[in-house]
């Protein structure tokens, strides 16, 4: 067990509805990151959030969205849902030891968009 | 372009009959390599961090070496619980943005038979 925990695991939806992601991440970690990973594009970066602020963006597309709240846990938003969205979504949560951040990631949700 | 390049895509073993997986990589500053292990429908694990070329690190049956260029994954004398897709992961150096983020590669799809 990674300690980070994602909700659903299993979400299924219709074209161009919109769906939320949770993540809790580790206890005392600041940083949360969000992946998605299909069979043909691997594990791709979409968002980093540190302490509530975004950090970095990766390949994330203007129809989804992110945020970090207070008490750290995360939301990914994906709106506007297409086949194509159909994915895991990973969160993963991150300590950083002398400028290496080793990530530990979430058992993700599969998202089905029909 | 950072890049990751993992071959083979899959591998399959008779168990005992040991065996590497390499993972090629092109990066501006390479400031730390990862190797990752992911069964079917779970997340990441996290394995190893290797930091400079000639490093070395082992767990188990496995053991992970790195050049300037590539790294390799050795698995020595594997068993059918070391069947999962293994995956490597770099991140680069950061110059004043944050880029904590790793960049993975497709990963190799490792059987073992028993």
């Known amino acids: 067990d990674s300690g980070v925990t994602q909700t659903p695991k299993h979400l299924i939806t219709a074209t161009g509805q919109r769906v939320t992601l949770r993540c809790s991440p580790r206890?005392?970690?600041?940083?949360v990151y969000w992946y998605q990973q299909s069979l043909d594009q691997g594990l791709q970066f979409l968002i980093q959030y540190y302490n509530g602020e975004e950090r970095a963006k990766g390949n994330i597309l203007e129809r989804f969205s992110a945020q970090q709240f207070p008490d750290l846990h995360s939301e990914l938003n994906l709106s506007s849902l297409e086949l194509g969205d159909s994915a895991l979504y990973f969160c993963?949560?991150?300590?950083?030891?002398?400028?290496?951040?080793?990530?530990?990631f979430g058992s993700g949700t599969q998202l089905s968009v029909l | 372009e950072d890049q990751v390049t993992q071959s083979p895509e899959a591998l399959r073993l008779q168990e005992g009959e040991s065996s590497s997986l390499n993972c090629s990589y092109t990066v501006s500053g390479l400031r730390g390599l990862f190797w990752y292990r992911q069964d079917p429908g779970k997340g990441p694990e996290f394995l190893f961090t290797l930091y400079s070329a000639g490093e070395e690190k082992e767990k188990e049956r496995l053991k992970a070496t790195l050049t300037k260029k590539e790294s390799f994954l050795h698995i020595t004398a594997p068993k059918p619980e070391d069947s999962a897709t293994y995956l490597c992961?770099?991140?680069?150096?950061?110059?004043?943005?944050?880029?904590?983020?790793?960049?993975f590669g497709k990963g190799t799809k490792l059987s073992v038979k028993p």
């Open positions: 992961a770099v991140q680069a150096i950061d110059y004043g943005g944050s880029q904590g983020n790793l960049i």
């Open positions: 993963a949560s991150s300590s950083r030891t002398g400028g290496i951040e080793k990530l530990f």
């Open positions: 206890s005392g970690d600041l940083s």
